[in-house]
């Protein structure tokens, strides 16, 4: 299976801060990457999608990178509803397999 | 705008085996894949499996013994039984939209279900 490796894995931020989290998988993966958003007891919401591809009706502040093997999440400042965990999924190869998530903390 | 809703019992007994459904509304059913997805209570997510309209299912390789996923296209709904269940199958468990069938090019997971808890205990 194809593993995804997050970092960090919890953060502290402060709104408006840039926040960056990376996803790294095992395997070239091409750009089947996706980003969630989840809030406790909520089901998981995608942000991007195709790497890089912004989710329609998903503010402009989210964006997506990379391809291959590196793939992050920006977010270029920090509103308050963006305190959550964030899991990237790699579907490029069965079994389509998640990140361990981010948690975005509050400072 | 496509709708998936969830439903099956939530409390049950080690050995037992786990029985949920999942309806879809709004937008094409024969066109995609159909996911299950689980998330244990404070952990992350794991795919289970998915089903098309053809009947043709994929699992996931650690579940792949217990696991059965179904679909009714007369009703638009898709089922999961997972059998002999333990403490560490209680998890949040989701349905969810998966990639395009054939030509249908399409991002999977946009579309889920709410979710159903369901607690394994003796």
């Known amino acids: 299976d194809v593993q995804l490796t997050q970092s960090p894995s919890a953060m502290s931020a402060s709104v408006g801060d840039r926040v960056t989290i990376t996803c790294r998988a095992s395997?070239?993966?091409?750009?089947?990457l996706v980003w969630f958003q989840q809030q406790p007891g909520r089901v998981p919401k995608r942000l991007i999608y195709a790497a890089s591809t912004l989710q329609s009706g998903v503010p402009s502040r989210f964006s997506g990178s990379g391809s291959g093997t590196e793939f992050t999440l920006t977010i270029s400042s920090l509103q308050p509803e963006d305190f959550a965990t964030y899991y990237c999924?790699?579907?490029?190869?069965?079994?389509?397999?998640f990140g361990g998530g981010t948690k975005v903390e509050i400072k | 705008q496509v709708q998936l809703q969830q439903w099956g019992a939530g409390l049950l007994k080690p050995s037992e085996t786990l029985s949920l459904s999942c309806g879809v509304s709004?937008?094409?059913?024969?066109?995609?894949?159909w996911s299950w997805i689980r998330q244990p209570p404070g952990k992350g997510l794991e795919w289970i499996g998915e089903?098309?309209?053809?009947?043709?299912?994929y699992y996931n390789a650690s579940l792949k013994s217990r696991v059965t996923i179904s679909i009714d296209t007369s009703k638009n709904h898709i089922s999961l039984r997972l059998s002999s269940v333990t403490a560490a199958d209680t998890a949040v468990y989701f349905c969810?939209?998966?990639?395009?069938?054939?030509?249908?090019?399409?991002?999977?997971?946009?579309?889920w279900g709410q979710g159903t808890l369901v607690t394994v205990s003796s």
């Open positions: 999924l790699q579907h490029n190869t069965y079994p389509p397999t």
């Open positions: 395997q070239d993966i091409s750009n089947y």
């Open positions: 969810a939209r998966g990639h395009g069938v054939g030509a249908v090019i399409s991002s999977p997971f946009e579309y």
């Open positions: 709004g937008g094409s059913f024969s066109d995609y894949y």
């Open positions: 089903i098309n309209h053809f009947g043709s299912t």
